[in-house]
């Protein structure tokens, strides 16, 4: 599966911005499906996901409340929705999936072998 990501952009803190990953040669179905973010100096972190099942959803306790996943199966597309945005959200944010990821390692960008190529957030305060 190829992941594509796209929707970032230079925001004031307080705005909002909405990403997009669209995954082409398949479906999503099956697949954990999440957004990290990493910024420089830094580890990339989880920040939202499906589950396999895309029944469950899980969020960074930094974005909470926040961020909202949603998904549009026919169009393969997962969408982050980022609300009231914060200099601290500053970065570079991935796309990922995996269809073996188990429920205990969804925030482990490690077990995801599906990135996309990256969308760059910039929020100034």
């Known amino acids: 599966v190829q992941l594509q990501a796209s929707g970032g952009g230079l925001v004031q803190a307080g705005g909002s911005l909405r990403l997009s990953c669209v995954a082409s040669?398949?479906?999503?179905?099956?697949?954990?499906t999440a957004w990290f973010r990493q910024a420089p100096g830094r580890e990339r972190e989880f920040v939202a996901g499906?589950?396999?099942?895309?029944?469950?959803?899980y969020y960074s306790d930094s974005v909470k409340g926040r961020f909202i996943l949603s998904r549009d199966n026919v169009k393969r597309t997962v969408y982050l929705q980022m609300n009231s945005l914060k200099p601290e959200d500053t970065a570079v944010y991935y796309c990922?999936?995996?269809?073996?990821?188990?429920?205990?390692?969804?925030?482990?960008?490690?077990?995801?072998?599906?990135w996309g190529q990256g969308t760059q957030v910039t929020v100034s305060s």
């Open positions: 990922a999936a995996d269809s073996s990821v188990i429920l205990s390692q969804y925030r482990n960008p490690v077990q995801y072998d599906y």
């Open positions: 040669g398949r479906t999503l179905n099956g697949y954990a």
């Open positions: 499906y589950s396999r099942s895309g029944g469950y959803t």
